[in-house]
């Protein structure tokens, strides 16, 4: 077990759901299950959010530039510190194995597409004076995201100089998504 995430003190970057701290796990690689050709880097983690399956969110981008999230107990079997049919203490249920009905893998959920986009709007912030969004012209953000195994999509999305609500998606639209096929991006 990483660490139990009900009974651990988790610093947040103020504002988000990420971790300050990564438990040493910032810049692991493993290689996908499903595509022994697709390696994933651990970017950063995310608190739990109430999920069906709850406990750490670990974000991470592959050798393409794809992001996906992966949930902590299927992540400690990935890495290999649980093994299938063992007993998950933090979730109270058995570690399934990859292919099983209770498995999710790495996917991800409008929860996780919203801590990613606020994330690239936290760089963005950090690189450009002007703390109002509605002043970067031209500025977009261009994403690849792995949403389920073999569900790859890109969006484009630029500032909303008419923001209804003071959210991220509120902030920022979506004028583009594609489904595309991993093997055919360089």
């Known amino acids: 077990m990483l660490l139990n995430p009900y009974q651990a003190d988790l610093q947040v970057v103020p504002g988000t759901r990420m971790l300050q701290e990564h438990f040493g796990l910032a810049g692991y690689q493993l290689v996908d299950p499903n595509d022994f050709s697709r390696l994933w880097t651990v970017t950063s983690l995310y608190t739990p959010v109430g999920k069906q399956l709850d406990g750490l969110r670990i974000k991470m981008v592959d050798n393409k530039r794809f992001v996906t999230f992966c949930n902590q107990r299927d992540f400690e079997v990935l890495i290999g510190i649980a093994k299938p049919g063992d007993w998950c203490i933090w979730a109270a249920q058995e570690y399934p194995g990859p292919g099983d009905n209770e498995w999710f893998g790495f996917c991800m959920d409008v929860i996780d597409q919203c801590d990613d986009l606020h994330e690239r709007e936290l760089m ?63």
């Open 124 to 186: 963005l912030y950090a690189e450009y004076s002007s703390g109002n969004i509605a002043d970067w012209n031209g500025v977009t953000i261009e994403r690849r995201l792995q949403v389920d195994p073999g569900s790859d999509l890109e969006d484009l999305w630029i500032p909303n100089s008419y923001p209804k609500e003071d959210t991220v998606y509120g902030r920022w639209l979506r004028v583009q998504r594609n489904r595309i096929e991993w093997k055919k991006v360089i």
